[in-house]
């Protein structure tokens, strides 16, 4: 819910105390990992940080992630993700600036808080307005009570200050803006001489003794990596689910406890012409009440109509959706005036909302029911799985006797591939957590059972292990003389490069130096920065370039052949011009921005180091543990 108050604020200091917040996981790591913060999960100075309000925090930030991942991301992944961590970081920021505004004697008065409280968009009801029912609703619903949420607010705005009085006057001369700009702007042109490896001839057939002492020299690429017979013991919650009733009691509490997902929104399609005067939206609407279609008076006051398809109320401006869902189907409506304009439409369809019964979606329900209980299932028998292997019952066993599956995958490498490579498993839920799982255990072994995403667990066997090894010359010779060729090739165009480049540095031209090469591309540049202006020149000779004087010339290898570069221009970039003044402005925000990250960064390190933190991680770890 804070979040709430802290989208609005919207300042760049806000933005640098999350900035600030990452460096601290660099420099301090998650936290002291200390035992004996008794009762909190985190201790500030005197200050501790309860499991109920770190779980609050992890809640909204959850909730946040799901929004942009989508309803698919669950509480595992966000663990993964560090949330937890996270979270915990940002209550102990927060009272590391808390303390530090109480020491400075900031007080923050009531109408300054009340004033932010009345502003947060989520509390306006319908009509643009504070609703103080609308905000104690939700306040309740992110588990606040309405003077935990007045406190809170009044603690970000003090630490807002705090932020704001040590990054304030963060600035750096404009000079050195200025300064960036003609580095990164800077443009420079060349002329090429591209060489490429597959234009040189072959060279002579290698004899037995130079094949054999490359493909030794070049044991990495003809290396078979190791494979190993995996069997894989699967609990899966959707082959759970297919055995599971619902009862009608069970249905019907689903359905009342999500009732909200069974509510249809009424939906309107209307065609709606936006003027700028009341006079030409009076005509229209008299047009239209007159028996034209409101395209033909559209057309008539010269502009045009448009139409909106199936809109819920809440995708119209304020303004116009109650009128437009007040309004009968087929008559005209208006004027009714918003940010865009004055209004007048037609609606022309409407689709009524209301609730779906439970028979209707009764399926849906049920597999929904369904999945749930086969979730609490699959923690229960990955348990119980568990307990059959630790008391020695043999996989395939174990796994019947909870409802499992084996699957068998034979001789396949740490990426899924069989010896002729040809990818094994892909099916298989999170495949590439059971691949680095099963490759962790020695021959012979049976891992722990572990997860397997969020819907499945598993259990690893390692069969048999096949090591790594050379593969002979004799099973791998074309693919040995083909590289071996390739080589001799990179080599001679090398030459040839090394030559054009002397040319070039003795004043021939760029056609001159190139001529007698075979497939040897000459051309010049269009302007180019040094920041990746161009794919045709190799990284390491752009960066030369752009350090020398013109006429430099320089050799470097890409991915298909040899480039050599001749600077021949050097255009410097005008700080004077409009554009330039827009990106200079930007750079210097931008290193402003920088600087009192910094500045925050340091200041932060300074206040943990002067209260003291210490969270209690068995604690964390325990509370946020998966379930089993």
Same mark, same amino acid.
């Given at each position: 819910?804070?979040?709430?108050?802290?989208?609005?604020?919207?300042?760049?200091?806000?933005?640098?105390?999350?900035?600030?917040?990452?460096?601290?996981?660099?420099?301090?790591?998650?936290?002291?990992? %200390?035992?004996?913060?008794?009762?909190?999960?985190?201790?500030?100075?005197?200050?501790?940080? $309860? +499991?109920?309000?770190?779980?609050?925090?992890?809640?909204?930030?959850?909730?946040?992630?799901?929004?942009?991942?989508?309803?698919?991301?669950?509480?595992?992944? !966000?663990?993964?993700?560090?949330?937890?961590?996270?979270?915990?970081?940002?209550?102990?920021?927060?009272?590391?600036?808390?303390?530090?505004?109480?020491?400075?004697?900031?007080?923050?008065?009531?109408?300054?808080?009340?004033?932010?409280?009345?502003?947060? +968009?989520?509390?306006?009801?319908?009509?643009?307005?504070?609703?103080?029912?609308?905000?104690?609703?939700?306040?309740?619903?992110?588990?606040?009570?309405?003077?935990?949420?007045?406190?809170?607010?009044?603690?970000?705005?003090?630490?807002?200050?705090?932020?704001?009085?040590?990054?304030?006057?963060?600035?750096? +001369?404009?000079?050195?803006?200025? &300064?960036?700009?003609?580095?990164?702007?800077?443009?420079?042109?060349?002329?090429?001489?591209?060489?490429?490896?597959?234009?040189?001839?072959?060279?002579?057939?290698?004899?037995?003794?130079?094949?054999?002492?490359?493909? @030794?020299?070049?044991?990495?690429?003809? %290396?078979?990596?190791?494979?190993?017979?995996?069997?894989?013991?699967?609990?899966?919650?959707?082959?759970?689910?297919?055995?599971?009733?619902?009862?009608?009691?069970?249905?019907?509490?689903?359905?009342?406890?999500?009732?909200?997902?069974?509510?249809?929104?009424?939906?309107?399609?209307?065609?709606?012409?936006?003027? &700028?005067?009341? !006079?030409?939206?009076?005509?229209?609407?008299?047009?239209?009440?007159?028996?034209?279609?409101?395209?033909?008076?559209?057309?008539?006051?010269?502009?045009?109509?448009?139409?909106?398809?199936?809109?819920?109320?809440?995708?119209?401006?304020?303004?116009?959706?109650?009128?437009?869902?007040?309004?009968?189907?087929?008559?005209?409506?208006?004027?009714?005036?918003?940010?865009?304009?004055?209004?007048?439409?037609?609606?022309?369809?409407?689709?009524?909302?209301?609730?779906?019964?439970?028979?209707?979606?009764?399926?849906?329900?049920? !597999?929904?029911?369904?999945?749930?209980? $086969?979730?609490?299932?699959?923690?229960?028998?990955?348990?119980?799985?568990?307990?059959?292997?630790?008391?020695?019952?043999?996989?395939?066993? *174990?796994?019947?006797?909870?409802?499992?599956?084996?699957?068998?995958?034979?001789?396949?490498?740490?990426?899924?591939?069989?010896?002729?490579?040809?990818?094994?498993?892909?099916?298989?839920?999170?495949?590439?957590?059971?691949?680095?799982?099963?490759?962790?255990?020695?021959?012979?072994?049976?891992?722990?059972?572990?997860?397997?995403?969020?819907? *499945?667990?598993?259990?690893?066997?390692?069969?048999?292990?096949?090591?790594? *090894?050379?593969?002979?010359?004799?099973?791998?010779?074309?693919?040995?003389? *083909?590289?071996?060729?390739?080589?001799?090739? &990179?080599?001679?165009?090398?030459?040839?490069?090394?030559?054009?480049?002397?040319?070039?540095?003795?004043?021939?031209? &760029?056609?001159? !130096?190139?001529?007698?090469?075979?497939?040897?591309?000459?051309?010049?540049?269009?302007?180019?920065?040094?920041?990746?202006?161009?794919?045709?020149?190799?990284?390491?000779?752009?960066?030369?370039?752009?350090?020398?004087?013109?006429?430099?010339?320089?050799?470097?290898?890409?991915?298909?052949?040899?480039?050599?570069?001749?600077?021949?221009?050097?255009?410097?970039?005008? +700080?004077?011009?409009? @554009?330039?003044?827009?990106?200079?402005?930007?750079?210097?925000?931008?290193?402003?921005?920088?600087?009192?990250?910094?500045?925050?960064?340091?200041?932060?390190?300074?206040?943990?180091?002067?209260?003291?933190?210490?969270?209690?991680?068995?604690?964390?770890?325990?509370?946020?543990?998966?379930?089993?």
């Amino acid at each position: 819910m804070l979040q709430i108050i802290r989208s609005t604020a919207g300042s760049w200091v806000v933005k640098i105390l999350f900035v600030a917040l990452i460096i601290s996981f660099a420099v301090w790591g998650i936290g002291d990992i %200390t035992r004996g913060v008794q009762g909190g999960v985190a201790k500030v100075g005197d200050t501790s940080i $309860s +499991p109920q309000e770190l779980d609050r925090e992890f809640r909204a930030q959850f909730n946040n992630m799901r929004q942009v991942l989508g309803p698919d991301f669950n509480e595992t992944q !966000a663990r993964q993700f560090g949330l937890v961590d996270r979270a915990l970081e940002q209550l102990i920021q927060r009272a590391l600036l808390d303390k530090a505004a109480d020491d400075a004697g900031i007080r923050v008065a009531d109408e300054t808080v009340a004033e932010m409280v009345r502003k947060v +968009p989520a509390f306006q009801g319908g009509l643009g307005q504070f609703d103080v029912n609308l905000m104690r609703a939700l306040l309740q619903q992110n588990g606040y009570t309405e003077q935990q949420f007045v406190e809170q607010v009044r603690a970000d705005i003090a630490q807002g200050d705090m932020a704001g009085a040590i990054t304030a006057g963060a600035t750096v +001369p404009r000079t050195l803006a200025e &300064a960036l700009f003609r580095h990164r702007e800077e443009q420079r042109r060349f002329d090429l001489v591209t060489i490429p490896n597959t234009a040189m001839p072959d060279a002579p057939a290698p004899d037995e003794a130079v094949l054999t002492q490359f493909h @030794q020299e070049k044991a990495a690429r003809y %290396t078979a990596p190791e494979y190993r017979t995996l069997n894989i013991a699967l609990l899966e919650a959707a082959a759970l689910a297919k055995d599971i009733e619902v009862s009608d009691e069970e249905a019907q509490e689903y359905y009342d406890t999500h009732a909200n997902e069974y509510i249809t929104q009424e939906r309107r399609s209307l065609t709606q012409v936006v003027v &700028a005067d009341k !006079a030409a939206a009076d005509s229209v609407l008299a047009a239209v009440n007159g028996g034209k279609t409101i395209q033909q008076a559209a057309a008539a006051a010269k502009t045009e109509a448009v139409d909106l398809a199936d809109v819920q109320k809440a995708d119209l401006p304020p303004e116009l959706a109650d009128p437009v869902f007040a309004a009968e189907k087929g008559k005209a409506g208006g004027p009714v005036e918003s940010a865009f304009g004055l209004h007048v439409f037609v609606v022309s369809d409407i689709k009524g909302g209301g609730t779906r019964a439970l028979a209707d979606v009764r399926t849906e329900v049920e !597999a929904k029911v369904r999945q749930e209980k $086969s979730i609490d299932r699959l923690y229960e028998l990955s348990t119980k799985l568990e307990d059959e292997l630790a008391g020695g019952t043999p996989l395939a066993e *174990a796994v019947k006797a909870v409802g499992g599956r084996i699957v068998t995958l034979s001789s396949i490498d740490n990426q899924g591939r069989d010896m002729d490579g040809n990818v094994q498993g892909a099916d298989l839920p999170a495949v590439e957590t059971i691949l680095t799982n099963a490759f962790s255990l020695p021959a012979g072994q049976t891992g722990s059972v572990a997860e397997a995403g969020s819907n *499945a667990f598993f259990a690893v066997q390692v069969e048999n292990v096949i090591p790594s *090894a050379l593969r002979p010359l004799a099973d791998v010779r074309g693919r040995v003389l *083909a590289d071996w060729q390739a080589e001799q090739k &990179a080599a001679t165009a090398a030459k040839r490069a090394e030559e054009v480049a002397e040319k070039l540095r003795n004043g021939a031209t &760029a056609q001159e !130096a190139a001529a007698g090469i075979t497939g040897a591309l000459v051309q010049r540049t269009e302007p180019t920065r040094r920041a990746g202006g161009t794919t045709a020149i190799p990284a390491s000779v752009l960066e030369t370039l752009f350090a020398a004087k013109p006429d430099t010339v320089a050799t470097g290898a890409s991915q298909t052949g040899q480039v050599v570069a001749k600077l021949v221009e050097v255009i410097p970039a005008d +700080p004077a011009t409009a @554009q330039a003044a827009t990106a200079i402005a930007m750079l210097s925000s931008n290193q402003n921005q920088a600087l009192a990250s910094d500045l925050l960064a340091e200041y932060m390190a300074g206040l943990r180091a002067k209260y003291g933190v210490v969270i209690n991680r068995s604690l964390v770890d325990s509370l946020y543990r998966p379930q089993e």
